[in-house]
């Protein structure tokens, strides 16, 4: 069964310290993982993918996660956050079953904020 | 190039009315899905449609009807609205890319059904 948990529901940080935000999935298959992001009243955009490259892979502004198969892990981190990175986190899992449809099963979201 | 378009933005329902919300692609892809968003609960899928004349229920589907009008359009489809249909409603799109099948989203339906 495919499912993902993000561990945190809320995480705040002050601008300029580092943003770790956490997740862990559950897959039988060869997973995919991403991360994606929803700034307030928008839709979601695509901050970066796993698919069994490399397992350090980085996204857009600054963002990168790390694959950890032996702790099924995929977390996000950035070493500086900025007040624009303030908004919701969704981690995602999928797996390729050699077809053109991929289920996604999202995660329940962790919610950034970023104080001045 | 504008990606994954949904209509209306808004839209306010009486309980029982029926609506339909559009959703609409231009980057040639074969599959589209249909997710409701509700606080705390991430996307949950309601319907998809692997490719153009074939469509399947996802994790949500009752109270919902789709239609795959073309490989451009997906529509979804409330017949007789609910309270507890009451949330944002997201269409995306997927292509492959490598062996991933990435999906982009468009920008959202905020439904109120009172």
């Known amino acids: 069964a495919q499912s993902v948990t993000q561990l945190d529901s809320h995480v705040s940080v002050s601008e300029g310290t580092p943003v770790l935000l956490r997740c862990n999935y559950s897959?039988?298959?060869?997973?995919?993982l991403f991360w994606y992001v929803q700034h307030p009243n928008k839709g979601l955009q695509l901050l970066l993918k796993?698919?069994?490259?490399?397992?350090l892979v980085k996204g857009i502004n600054g963002f990168e996660a790390e694959f950890k198969k032996s702790e099924t892990s995929f977390h996000l981190t950035k070493p500086s956050a900025h007040m624009s990175d303030a908004a919701e986190y969704f981690c995602?899992?999928?797996?390729?079953?050699?077809?053109?449809?991929?289920?996604?099963?999202f995660g329940r979201g962790t919610q950034l904020t970023v104080w001045p | 190039n504008a990606g994954v378009t949904q209509t209306p933005k808004f839209q306010v329902l009486k309980t029982g009315q029926s609506m339909t919300l559009q959703c609409a692609q231009d980057?040639?892809?074969?599959?589209m899905y249909w997710y409701r968003q509700d606080p705390g609960m991430g996307l949950r899928l309601i319907y998809y449609?692997?490719?153009?004349?074939?469509?399947d229920k996802g994790e949500v589907p009752n109270g919902y009807n789709v239609s795959r009008l073309n490989k451009r359009e997906f529509s979804l489809r409330l017949e007789s609205a609910a309270p507890s249909q009451t949330s944002v409603y997201f269409c995306?799109?997927?292509?492959?890319?490598?062996?991933?099948?990435?999906?982009?989203f468009g920008p959202g339906t905020r439904l109120t059904v009172l």
């Open positions: 980057m040639n892809h074969n599959s």
């Open positions: 995602v899992v999928s797996f390729d079953r050699g077809s053109t449809l991929g289920r996604l099963y």
């Open positions: 449609s692997a490719s153009e004349g074939t469509t």
């Open positions: 796993y698919t069994s490259a490399a397992t």
């Open positions: 897959s039988s298959y060869s997973p995919s």
């Open positions: 995306a799109s997927s292509g492959r890319t490598g062996r991933t099948d990435t999906q982009y």
